[in-house]
């Protein structure tokens, strides 16, 4: 009978050993399965980072390459429908034009006695000026009835008298791409944009015309006036 009673006991130990064997296994189950579900989401996570980055980035390469491809073709275009400018034909008129502005230079600095004895000026651009005042065959200022197909030309110009800019760009921290950027904001907003300057519709009337010029002549006359007192 004793012998009975020990197997007994024997077989509800191992039968308790067993269920705590089976609720470890499932335990140690579970923190695994938890475990890998976590590491999942974390490498979902890490690889959708990393799509957004590289969308982002083959966004701004495709954005670059596109205002790239403007700048080229208004160039293309500026280059396709300006005629090359052309030396004067003869020393003569290059002497006309030197003493006309001979003549310009000569009224603002008091020299010579005429309509424009009260204007004064300082620097060639508005010595230009005031001659487009004093001489009577003058335009005053040339309408350009296209300013768009001069744009690209004029920003290869741009560029090419402020060669310190881009490098001051660069010691910024600027990339190539944003560096181009801002220099053609900067170039918009200069007077060196033809889009700025004088300028009429393409099928502007010739009395459009002559009122342009006329705006265009007091503007000058009233900045080169209003130096007299400075």
């Known amino acids: 009978m004793g012998k009975k009673g020990g197997a007994g006991e024997n077989s509800k130990k191992a039968q308790g050993q067993a269920r705590k064997a089976d609720a470890a296994a ?3 189950a579970a923190e695994d399965a938890k475990k890998s579900a976590a590491e999942a989401a974390e490498w979902e996570k890490g690889a959708k980072k990393g799509n957004a980055k590289k969308e982002n980035a ?9 205002k790239k491809a403007e700048r080229e073709a208004l160039l293309a275009e500026e280059e396709k429908n300006t005629p090359g400018r052309s030396a004067p034909k003869n020393a003569k008129s290059a002497v006309k034009k030197t003493k006309g502005l001979d003549q310009a230079l000569g009224q603002l600095d008091g020299r010579d006695q005429g309509p424009l004895s009260a204007l004064n000026a300082s620097g060639i651009e508005e010595a230009i000026d005031a001659l487009g005042l004093t001489d009577s065959s003058s335009k005053v ?13 004029a ?15 660069q010691k910024q ?11 053609y904001q900067e170039f918009l907003e200069s ?14 009337t010739r009395e459009e015309l002559q009122a342009i ?11 080169l006036g209003s130096k007299r007192g400075a």
């Open 26 to 28: 499932s335990k140690a």
């Open 58 to 66: 083959e966004e701004k390469k495709a954005e670059a390459a596109r």
């Open 191 to 204: 007077p060196d944009n033809p889009m700025k300057q004088v300028s009429a519709k393409y099928n502007a």
């Open 141 to 153: 200022t040339e309408i350009d009835k296209h300013p768009e197909r001069r744009i690209g030309k």
């Open 173 to 183: 921290g600027f990339a190539y791409n944003k560096r181009q950027d801002v220099l």
């Open 155 to 169: 920003y290869k110009t741009w560029k090419e008298n402020n060669p310190n800019r881009e490098k001051e760009l």
């Open 213 to 223: 010029q006329a705006e265009e002549k007091r503007k000058i006359e009233e900045r």
